[in-house]
């Protein structure tokens, strides 16, 4: 007796060319059509009329993967309900549509301006071929359609890209727009597909600290905003996002103190940083030419200056070979290698938690003398006025 199901098998569905409609069996159905292309449909009939709905192209859907829609589809078609309509009360949106809600839904929660630009390059260019798949139909397939170009290639950002899209269906499926597991997760099913990523931490490239004197000489010279905030972020061993946001009103200038507020720190706790006297003298050079509340205003008026304004002063530095953040790294060889300052100083220098929840609820100092020391050595030495090893801190 001939199978009512299961009827093709992959080797044949490969070799298919013909212009045609190829039946698995079970309303599943494999369409050629002139130009070579080749997809599914699962067919049904209702009060006398054949419907049918799409089931996507191959072979990003493969026939397991065919096979498992059909078989929920004859599931809902017994059931009294109509697949067509059911998919539609799932939102029928796309999976473009619902990564966009997902955008500007989670979009204030992300206060570094890179994080949310690499979230949107994530979701509408390096997911451009799954975008306009219906997000209730998302499967494992389209899943490694976007990562495996750059699993082996780039294994953290894939493994970034992997993390972000099941973000986006597990978003998908709390609206109510698609059902069943995620075809994103990674443990028990594309740890089972795809090799285990090295997930060592990435290390930004950094200027060795013994070129720091002959860069900040080259950064002077240069009159552009960014230079400028290049210098100050060198200076503070600060972020990207805490110089380029950096507002008039957070400098102490009397007192030489530069306090951030809680919700601009990755942390988010406030952090205060000692002004050494270059940084000092940076911002009251700056000060009577302010035109806005940004230390460094950008182009659009009541914005600051561009995320990636100090990345391109870089490249015009013909410097492809460090990273702004590298120089925070840059910062904590130094403390290590050429001074005897407490390891603990040099941590909160850089707003890092040290210790246990415990020790720093006892330690409720920031340190903010034992850093201002620091900090002006580091200038001295960042000026080529001192190059040897600083005096040990105590107390």
Same mark, same amino acid.
């Given at each position: 007796?001939?199978?009512?199901?299961?009827?093709?098998n992959?080797?044949e569905i490969?070799a298919?060319?013909?212009?045609g409609? %190829?039946?698995?069996?079970?309303?599943?159905?494999?369409n050629?059509?002139?130009?070579g292309?080749?997809?599914?449909?699962?067919?049904?009939?209702?009060?006398?009329?054949?419907?049918?709905?799409?089931?996507?192209?191959? $072979?990003?859907?493969?026939?397991?993967?065919?096979?498992?829609?059909?078989?929920?589809y004859?599931?809902?078609v017994? #059931?009294?309900?109509?697949?067509?309509?059911?998919?539609?009360?799932?939102?029928? =949106?796309?999976?473009?549509?619902?990564?966009?809600a997902?955008?500007e839904?989670?979009k204030?929660r992300?206060?570094?301006?890179?994080?949310?630009?690499?979230?949107?390059i994530?979701?509408? *260019?390096r997911?451009?071929?799954?975008r306009?798949?219906?997000?209730a139909?998302?499967?494992?397939?389209?899943?490694? /359609?976007?990562l495996?170009l *750059?699993?082996t290639?780039?294994?953290e950002t894939?493994?970034?890209?992997?993390?972000?899209? &099941?973000?986006?269906?597990? %978003?998908a499926?709390?609206?109510?727009?698609?059902?069943?597991?995620n075809?994103?997760r990674?443990r028990g099913?594309?740890?089972?597909?795809?090799? /285990?990523p090295?997930? +060592?931490k990435?290390?930004?490239?950094a200027?060795p600290y013994?070129?720091? $004197?002959?860069f900040?000489?080259?950064?002077?010279? /240069? #009159?552009?905003?960014?230079?400028i905030?290049?210098?100050?972020?060198?200076?503070?061993?600060?972020r990207?996002s805490?110089?380029?946001?950096?507002k008039?009103?957070e400098?102490?200038?009397?007192n030489?103190?530069?306090?951030?507020?809680? #919700?601009?720190?990755?942390?988010?706790?406030?952090?205060?940083?000692?002004?050494s006297?270059?940084?000092?003298?940076?911002?009251?050079?700056? *000060?009577?030419?302010r035109?806005?509340?940004?230390?460094?205003?950008?182009?659009?008026l009541?914005?600051p200056?561009s995320?990636?304004?100090?990345?391109?002063?870089?490249r015009?530095?013909?410097?492809k070979?460090?990273?702004? *953040?590298?120089f925070r790294s840059?910062f904590?060889d130094?403390?290590?290698? +050429?001074?005897?300052?407490? =390891?603990?100083?040099a941590?909160?220098?850089?707003?890092h938690?040290?210790?246990s929840?415990v &020790? =720093?609820?006892?330690?409720?100092?920031?340190?903010?003398?034992?850093?201002?020391?620091?900090?002006q050595?580091?200038?001295?030495?960042?000026k080529?006025?001192q190059?040897?090893?600083?005096?040990?801190?105590?107390?």
């Amino acid at each position: 007796m001939a199978r009512a199901i299961n009827k093709l098998n992959a080797l044949e569905i490969k070799a298919l060319s013909d212009r045609g409609r %190829y039946g698995d069996g079970g309303g599943l159905w494999f369409n050629v059509t002139d130009s070579g292309s080749k997809a599914w449909v699962f067919r049904w009939t209702k009060r006398g009329h054949v419907r049918e709905i799409g089931l996507g192209p191959f $072979p990003a859907i493969t026939l397991a993967s065919a096979r498992t829609k059909a078989f929920e589809y004859r599931q809902m078609v017994a #059931e009294g309900l109509d697949p067509k309509i059911e998919r539609e009360k799932l939102g029928g =949106r796309t999976f473009g549509s619902a990564a966009d809600a997902y955008f500007e839904s989670m979009k204030s929660r992300w206060t570094n301006a890179k994080t949310r630009w690499q979230w949107e390059i994530t979701l509408k *260019h390096r997911c451009a071929a799954i975008r306009n798949r219906p997000i209730a139909d998302i499967d494992t397939n389209d899943v490694l /359609r976007v990562l495996k170009l *750059h699993w082996t290639k780039t294994p953290e950002t894939a493994s970034r890209y992997r993390s972000r899209i &099941e973000s986006v269906l597990d %978003y998908a499926k709390a609206k109510g727009w698609r059902d069943g597991e995620n075809p994103a997760r990674w443990r028990g099913h594309l740890s089972n597909i795809l090799p /285990r990523p090295d997930n +060592k931490k990435q290390n930004y490239p950094a200027l060795p600290y013994a070129d720091i $004197p002959d860069f900040m000489i080259d950064l002077r010279e /240069r #009159e552009a905003l960014a230079a400028i905030a290049l210098r100050l972020l060198i200076l503070t061993a600060s972020r990207t996002s805490e110089v380029l946001k950096a507002k008039w009103d957070e400098f102490d200038l009397e007192n030489n103190i530069w306090s951030i507020p809680a #919700e601009r720190m990755k942390m988010k706790e406030p952090h205060r940083i000692p002004l050494s006297d270059s940084a000092l003298l940076l911002l009251n050079e700056l *000060h009577p030419l302010r035109v806005s509340e940004y230390v460094f205003p950008g182009q659009k008026l009541g914005k600051p200056l561009s995320n990636l304004a100090m990345e391109m002063m870089l490249r015009r530095m013909k410097r492809k070979d460090i990273t702004v *953040h590298g120089f925070r790294s840059t910062f904590r060889d130094w403390c290590g290698d +050429k001074t005897n300052f407490p =390891r603990e100083v040099a941590e909160a220098a850089l707003a890092h938690k040290v210790g246990s929840e415990v &020790e =720093r609820a006892y330690r409720r100092s920031d340190a903010l003398e034992k850093r201002r020391l620091l900090m002006q050595a580091w200038s001295d030495y960042c000026k080529g006025s001192q190059t040897g090893n600083v005096v040990a801190l105590h107390g």
